[in-house]
């Protein structure tokens, strides 16, 4: 229907008042059936199946639209064609990435924080508090101090990217360079930055765009299950001391995005503070287990870090984009980023207009979303102890994938496993070359995939390929795994066949 149409609808204007209300809520009402119903069918569908090619080209091919469309028609076109095909994700049986399903509370809270629609760049509005109120349960949880900065971002690329330009301006100051200034530009020392192999691409990312270079990154050794060698580190790092180079930050991970792995982040600590170089961990990922009394002493060390990054959208189940990074010194935070343009007032007034001092000013964004509302409505609705719960139960269920896995004689566990990640491979009863179970591993993570049942990821280890399922699905049940190891183990064997025949 448009609105040439007639049948009672009017065009829409930009203005949301324009909306009777009883119509906000008629339409309303079926957003939230169709939220229902998409969740409430997820499990009885594939996993995944791709966007038809017919249906792909369709849906980049459509021009501006030049009539308004019905709010019904709009919804009908989400609901058969949108929500029709996602990544997987809400499903249980899903495990690649580390793609979670969504919180409910974080649906309706997203649609909320919408509806005021503020920017949070800073003010003396409600938004503002519940961000701060967010970063202070953070900072209790891993163990920062309430004096830290902090703030939501798109994810943990973002939050790297902000916590690193902090260190980055730290490293400059100390080599007697202002960087704000004069960039990196006439710089006489070589800035360098310490990651494992493990080490996430988001931090070579940053590190090229702020302008250390990817061929200053220096790969530190790691041990048999894939954790940075804390006397690799220190080796590295005392070299290029010694020889007038200046290290930025050494990045740890807090669950490798491969494995899981967490590097030992006390010694690591201790190399960086007896060299007063920034520790910047990585727990995109794997920070929430510090809630769970397996993990909590290994993951403990991340209080003594410089900045953390985190991902609430990942194993917390935030809805996407959820992020957040914590930066202990917050005066030089602000020195790096502040601009305190003269068209805003960012000072801070607790009882005036501009409220507490601007996230606007100690990050990348100016314009900011109210991303607090969803981890707050989230944290808020589990609790620690739901959150405990939910993320030991995936612990179970890696545990039990990892044991139908060493069950299986033609599967190989990668081991040691850590966290909720399991990666094996087939390899068949008789011995095929690594090259040609490589490509085995390859097709048969496709097959898997598209065949709808299950959704491992794929990954390389060692040299070798790896499916790897990565479980943060709450709802995950132990015939889950069952069927994984199940339909490997017939697929690869029928792949494994074709190359013997
Ligand atoms: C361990 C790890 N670090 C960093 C990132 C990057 O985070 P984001 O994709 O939220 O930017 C990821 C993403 O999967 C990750 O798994």
Same mark, same amino acid.
């Given at each position: ?7 009672g &609808?009017?065009?829409p204007?930009a203005h +949301?008042?324009?909306?009777p ?6 339409v ?5 059936d169709?939220?229902?119903?998409h969740?409430a ?8 199946r +791709?966007v ?9 091919a459509?021009?501006v ?13 989400i609901?058969?064609v ?7 994700? %809400?499903h ?5 990435w580390?793609?979670s399903p969504p ?7 997203d649609a909320l924080?919408?509806?005021m629609n ?12 519940i961000?701060?109120?967010?970063l202070g349960?953070?900072?209790e949880?891993?163990?920062?101090p309430?004096?830290?900065?902090g703030?939501?971002?798109s994810?943990s ?9 902090v ?19 006439h ?12 080490g996430?691409?988001?931090h070579?990312?940053?590190l090229?765009v ?14 048999a299950a894939?954790?940075m060698?804390?006397a690799a580190?220190?080796a590295?790092?005392?070299r290029?001391l ?11 991970s807090?669950?490798?995005?491969d494995?899981?792995?967490i590097?030992?982040?006390d ?8 060299? %007063?170089? &920034?520790l ?5 990922? %794997?920070?929430? #287990? ?8 290994a ?12 991902d609430?959208?990942k194993?917390?189940?935030v809805?996407?984009?959820?992020g957040?990074?914590l ?9 790096t980023?502040?601009?305190? +343009?003269?068209y ?5 007034d607790?009882?005036?207009?501009t409220?507490?001092?601007w ?10 979303g109210?991303r607090?509302?969803?981890?707050w409505?989230?944290i ?15 612990l ?8 139908h896995?060493? #069950? ?7 081991e +040691?496993?850590s ?8 390899v ?7 090259a ?7 097709a048969?993570c496709t ?11 794929s990954?390389?280890?060692? %040299? ?14 132990p ?6 190891v199940?339909?490997a183990?017939?697929?690869?064997a029928r792949l ?5 025949a």
């Open positions: 229907m448009t609105a040439e149409d007639g049948g &609808w009017r065009a204007t +949301p008042t324009d909306w209300a009883d119509e906000i809520r008629r309303g009402y079926r957003v939230v169709l939220i229902a119903d969740l069918r997820l499990p009885t569908r594939p996993v995944f +791709p038809p090619p017919a249906l792909s080209r369709e849906l980049v459509t021009p639209p030049m009539a308004a469309t019905a709010p019904d028609a709009i919804l009908d076109s609901r058969d949108i929500l029709a095909y996602p990544m997987g994700n %809400g249980p049986a899903f495990s690649g580390v793609n919180a409910m509370m974080g649906i309706f809270a924080a919408a509806t503020p920017n949070v760049a800073g003010g003396n509005q409600a938004a503002v508090y961000e701060h109120e967010v349960w953070f900072k949880l891993l163990g920062f309430p004096s830290a900065s703030q939501l971002v994810g690329s973002a939050a790297a990217l902000t916590a690193l330009g260190a980055r301006h730290v490293a400059a100051t100390r080599a007697g360079i202002d960087a704000r200034h004069a960039g990196l530009q710089a006489t020392t070589t800035f360098t930055a310490y990651q494992s192999e493990q996430h691409s988001c070579r990312k940053a090229e702020l302008g250390i270079g990817s061929s200053h990154i220096r790969v530190i050794e790691s041990d894939l954790r060698s804390p580190l220190e590295a790092l005392a290029d010694r020889e007038g180079r200046t290290p930025v930050a050494v990045i740890a807090a669950g490798t995005v494995t899981g792995g590097d030992p982040l010694a690591i600590a201790d190399v960086c503070h007896m060299h %007063g170089v &920034w910047h961990v990585d727990g995109a990922y %794997g920070a929430p #287990a510090i809630l769970t009394a397996r993990y909590a002493g993951l403990a060390g991340i209080a003594r870090a410089d900045s953390v990054a985190t609430p959208h194993w917390m189940s809805p996407i984009e959820a957040l990074v930066i202990k010194d917050a005066a030089t935070t602000r020195a980023y502040a601009h305190d +343009p003269p805003l007032r960012t000072d801070g607790p009882e005036g207009v409220g507490p001092p996230f606007s000013e100690l990050g990348l964004q100016q314009t900011r109210f607090a509302l969803k981890v409505a989230s808020s609705h589990l609790g620690r102890a739901g959150y405990r719960a939910a993320i030991e139960h995936t179970d269920m890696a545990a039990q994938l990892a044991a896995v060493q #069950a299986a004689p033609d599967l190989e566990l990668w +040691p496993t966290l909720s990640i399991v990666c094996f491979r087939y068949g009863d008789c011995a095929l070359s690594s040609v179970l490589d490509a085995i591993n390859r048969l097959e898997l995939q598209l065949g709808g049942d299950v959704f491992p990821t990954t390389v280890l060692r %040299g070798r390929t790896y499916l790897r399922s990565c479980i943060v699905h709450a709802g995950s049940r015939d889950d795994g069952e069927r994984l199940r339909l183990r017939e697929v690869g494994a066949s074709t190359q013997r």
